[in-house]
Antibody, heavy 125, light 107 residues
Framework: EVQLVQSGAEVKKPGESLKISCKAS????????IGWVRQMPGKGLEWMGI??????????SPSPSFQGRVTISADKSITTASLQWSSLEASDTAVYYC????????????????WGQGTMVTVSS | AIRMTQSPSSFSASPGDRVTITCRAS??????LAWFQQKSGKAPKLLIY???LLESGVPSRFSGNGSGTDFTLTISRLQSEDFATYYC?????????FGQGTKVEIK
C-alpha cells in the first residue's frame, strides 16, 4: 500500500526549532516529488514547497511565511521527507501536510494523489 | 504568483441537487488544474486532475471541465457524504497555489 505517515503533533515555544517528518512506503521514494502544504486553523490550503528525493532538487513558495524560514529535505536511506524551522513563530501554528505527486516524472508537472495524515504544530509561549 | 479564485465561497444545497463550483486562474494554466475535497480534520482528497480526469475510485457524479483560465467542478447529484470543502489547485508552474475553498453545506 502506498502511504505517507507523518510524525506526531508538536507543541513548541516561539524561537524554538522543529523538524517534522513524512515517512513514505509502498513505492519508489526517489522517483516522485513530495510537496508540503500548510493549513492554518480554520483557513485554506497553502503550498509551501516541494522536493524531488532522487536528487534533492527543492523549490519553495516565495511567500515570506515560507521562503527563508523553512527547509525541506529528504533522506533516501530512510525514505523520509522533512520540514524544519530554525526559529518558530506563533504564526507557524497550523497543520502541515506532505503529499506525493501523482506522476512518476522528474520533469513533468502533476498534482498530489497521496497525502499524509497531517502534523499539528502549535507554537505558544 | 498565479492567483486562483473560487466562487462561491460557500453555499447550501440539498441531497440530489446538481451543484457547480467555479475556479478562475489569474492567467492561462492550460489544463494543469486539480480539485480536492476536504472534510473536517482530514487530509485533502484528490477528485479531478488535469482539469477533467477523474481520480481512480472517485464516484462518477464528480466531473471537471475547463482549460486556460476558467474551470468548473460539478457534482451531478449531491449525496450526504459530499458535504465538505472543495479546493482547486494549479500546478502549471511554481509556486503552485490553491483557491480559497468552497464550503458546501446542507440546506
Amino acid at each position: 500500500e502506498v502511504q505517507l505517515v507523518q510524525s506526531g503533533a508538536e507543541v513548541k515555544k516561539p524561537g524554538e526549532s522543529l523538524k517534522i517528518s513524512c515517512k513514505a512506503s509502498g513505492y519508489r521514494f526517489t522517483n516522485y516529488w513530495i510537496g508540503w502544504v500548510r493549513q492554518m486553523p480554520g483557513k485554506g490550503l497553502e503550498w509551501m514547497g516541494i522536493i524531488y528525493p532522487g536528487d534533492s532538487d527543492t523549490r519553495y513558495s516565495p511567500s515570506p511565511s515560507f521562503q527563508g524560514r523553512v527547509t525541506i529535505s529528504a533522506d533516501k536511506s530512510i525514505t523520509t521527507a522533512s520540514l524544519q524551522w530554525s526559529s518558530l513563530e506563533a504564526s507557524d501554528t497550523a497543520v502541515y501536510y506532505c503529499a506525493r505527486r501523482n506522476r512518476e516524472a522528474r520533469w513533468e508537472t502533476s498534482t498530489y494523489d497521496i497525502w499524509g495524515q497531517g502534523t499539528m504544530v502549535t507554537v505558544s509561549s | 504568483a498565479i492567483r486562483m479564485t473560487q466562487s462561491p465561497s460557500s453555499f447550501s444545497a440539498s441531497p440530489g441537487d446538481r451543484v457547480t463550483i467555479t475556479c478562475r486562474a489569474s492567467r492561462d494554466i492550460d489544463i494543469y488544474l486539480a480539485w480536492f475535497q476536504q472534510k473536517s480534520g482530514k487530509a485533502p482528497k484528490l477528485l479531478i486532475y488535469d482539469a477533467t480526469l477523474l481520480e481512480s475510485g472517485v464516484p462518477s457524479r464528480f466531473s471537471g471541465n475547463g482549460s486556460g483560465t476558467d474551470f468548473t467542478l460539478t457534482i451531478s447529484r449531491l449525496q450526504s457524504e459530499d458535504f465538505a470543502t472543495y479546493y482547486c489547485q494549479h500546478y502549471y508552474t511554481y509556486p503552485e497555489t490553491f483557491g480559497q475553498g468552497t464550503k458546501v453545506e446542507i440546506k
